[in-house]
């Protein structure tokens, strides 16, 4: 069954709010009777909410026994596979501040084999980290809101941890240097602390 969700006007940075990735699957589980439906939802909201914490334990914990990340680029997979693999993904993306993001989901899919959702990833990068990822950034002292159209195959084991995570995206659609006053407080927060 699908579901469609308005995207949310493009506005400034502080319309990221991680939360909205995890509420827009919630109202989904809310109206979802099937318990293999409801599984697969529940551990996608806490491998989520355990990224945006972020937690590398927590999504760890989501995680099958051999998982397998596919990031689709230009025809190449170059995701992390297994589970050193996805841990160091994880330290990587911790480390380099850019885990603040919102999938403003406007479709999603669930059957008993997992999930997909689509709709636009908006993420802030600080300027080091975006320019060291090769994406646009002329001032690496600055952050950036760069956003993507992405879709993204959840995959969960019968156990009810996830497997795979296949993503395709669009590359940026929409690279914006932010000023200050227009970062989430939470980020200007966690930002003052490492500079």
């Given at each position: 069954?699908?579901?469609?969700?308005?995207?949310?006007?493009?506005?400034?940075?502080?319309?990221?709010?991680?939360?909205?990735?995890?509420?827009?699957?919630?109202?989904?589980?809310?109206?979802?009777?099937?318990?293999?439906?409801?599984?697969?939802?529940?551990?996608?909201i806490?491998?989520?909410?355990?990224?945006?914490?972020?937690?590398?334990?927590?999504?760890?914990?989501?995680?099958?026994?051999?998982?397998?990340?596919?990031?689709?680029?230009?025809?190449?997979?170059?995701?992390?596979?297994?589970?050193?693999?996805?841990?160091?993904?994880?330290?990587?993306?911790?480390?380099?501040?850019?885990?603040?993001?919102?999938?403003?989901?406007?479709?999603?899919?669930?059957?008993?084999?997992?999930?997909?959702?689509?709709?636009?990833?908006?993420?802030?990068?600080?300027?080091?980290?975006?320019?060291?990822?090769?994406?646009?950034?002329?001032?690496?002292?600055?952050?950036?809101?760069?956003?993507?159209?992405?879709?993204?195959?959840?995959?969960?084991?019968?156990?009810?941890?996830?497997?795979?995570v296949?993503?395709?995206?669009?590359?940026?659609?929409?690279?914006?240097?932010?000023?200050?006053?227009?970062?989430?407080?939470?980020?200007?927060?966690?930002?003052?602390?490492?500079?």
């Amino acid at each position: 069954m699908l579901h469609f969700r308005k995207r949310r006007p493009a506005g400034s940075a502080d319309a990221v709010d991680p939360a909205g990735t995890w509420r827009a699957i919630e109202a989904r589980l809310a109206t979802t009777t099937d318990p293999r439906h409801r599984q697969i939802m529940e551990i996608v909201i806490e491998n989520v909410k355990q990224a945006a914490a972020p937690s590398l334990g927590g999504v760890m914990a989501t995680l099958g026994p051999d998982p397998a990340y596919h990031f689709w680029n230009d025809g190449d997979d170059i995701g992390p596979k297994a589970r050193d693999g996805v841990r160091a993904y994880y330290e990587g993306l911790f480390q380099s501040y850019a885990y603040v993001m919102e999938f403003v989901i406007d479709r999603m899919f669930v059957d008993n084999g997992g999930m997909v959702t689509e709709g636009f990833l908006r993420q802030i990068y600080p300027g080091k980290s975006a320019f060291q990822m090769g994406l646009i950034a002329d001032d690496p002292g600055s952050d950036y809101l760069i956003e993507f159209r992405q879709m993204i195959v959840w995959v969960v084991d019968t156990a009810g941890k996830i497997q795979n995570v296949d993503s395709y995206n669009s590359g940026p659609s929409r690279v914006k240097k932010l000023t200050r006053e227009q970062l989430p407080q939470a980020y200007v927060e966690m930002m003052n602390e490492t500079r």
